[in-house]
């Protein structure tokens, strides 16, 4: 564990040495609040709740977090620095989720910094603050689904841009496992138990059934077995072709 | 202690290395010689568990390299082709990072982190980020970061490449210095460097081992062992030389240079002609320049045995 915190520190620091981490804060926090303004009728919809807030996250998500998991080992592989890492006495899982956690932890930096928007939506009314706490963590979630398929991609290719455009593919199939757009793909030819297992996988609906205040078990332990699910993928891709 | 045993990689349709076996003591720098992708760089990194063999096996330090990962690369300095590292990083920031992982604590660490700083002149960079510095400086974070933990094995792909004279030579007595009570393997293509640094050498073509022989050895199956190079005062003289140098008994061939007027008499089966060359300019009067017995030229034995 002490080697997933040094790793952690490390891949942390890194993000904030270059602009990197600055720029992302900022486009996250004026496209999550304009959306919530402009497309969410914030304030023409005279509810205290967060309900139009959480509403774009994931199509947020969808766009901001493979820009942030492509350099995760893309970039690794293309400076060289990927042989250096793997020859220190490291684990590959350790690598893994320490590079993985340190983008998780940004994320929820990022999250964190658009308390005013609470502190708003508490000024103007009297919301559920149960509900937006539970959403938070619903959202954080999310993002942490998001980037362990990105960085399952990521490890797939020595090029950032191929890693992202996997990235939005992968994460676009996942987030609408449940609706026609990815259920027609499979209708006729695929059994049921097989589409209803599609259907399933959808980020949409878990996080949907979050953000309405309900944080079930099922939901919880539906985004923890996807992150550890693509995590492992990402360090058995790595461990297979980390020279190539 | 490095062991191989009939090491192989292949990757789809191409065998890089194939059938390498060989051992390496303490205090045995070796010298891994080899055409571009003849893999030298291959079998470094199978050594340093960066690749996986395709078959074989190797140990250092009794830890499989497969079996018992990071006992063996705790054993190992590693620094890879082109010293890769994290550019955006300061080099304290980096050398610290390296120092943690390779589990130095406290004053130990302090003492090393001093220590490589001092023997690599790192001091006036260690504020700046690794990418603004220059390949020289680069290269020395690389040795910086390989030999931090003071491991009993050293394994330096191309230490020495893009550095100035100054710096070839400061790295190549740090190598020297270190040889002593280490195990040490660079790879290179300068081959003034396997003179310089190496007790022995290995010549890699085409994946497999050619050579394995000490420099000195090596050098004499060059067919210059022994030859006698002499240059001229008077290159009208050129002519001459040659016709009474060929007339030697024990002269198999001789080389000419008009450029510099320079003649080089090849021995017969090695056998010693020095004494006999001395005697016939003076008996001929010519005039030398110069006059000098060859090792051997390891240049040549390269291009024989690698062709």
Redesign the interface.
Known sequence: MRNVGLILRRELASYFATPLAYVFILIFLVLANAFTFYLGDFYQRGQADLQPFFAFHPWLYLFLIPALSMRLWAEERASGSIELLMTLPVRVWEAVLGKFLAAWLFTALALALTFPIWITVNYLGSPDNGVIIASYLGSLLLAGGFLAVGSCMSALTRSQVVAFILGVVACFVLLLAGYPLVINAFQGWAPHALIDTVASLSFLTHFQSITRGVLEARDVLYFAMLIAFFLFTTAVALDLRKAE | MIKTDHLCKRYDSVTAVEDVTFEVQPGEVLGFLGPNGAGKTTTM?ML????TPTSGRASICGHDVESAP??A??C?G?L???A??????RVR?FLE??A????LEGARKRARLDHVIERLQLASVLEQ?IETLSKGFRRRVGLA?AIVHDPPVLILDEPTDGLDPNQKHEVRSLINEMAREKIIVISTHILEEVDAVCTRAIVIARGRIVADDTPLQLAARSRYHNAVSLQLEQPDQLAAAREALAELPSVAQVEVSERDARLTALPRAGAPILQAISELSNSRGLKLKELHLESGRLDEVFRTITA
């Open positions: 990194r340093a568990g960066f690749v990071l006992a690369r705790q190992v590693y890879p082709e082109g890769p590292s994290y550019g955006e990083m920031g990072f390296i943690d992982l390779r589990r980020p970061q």
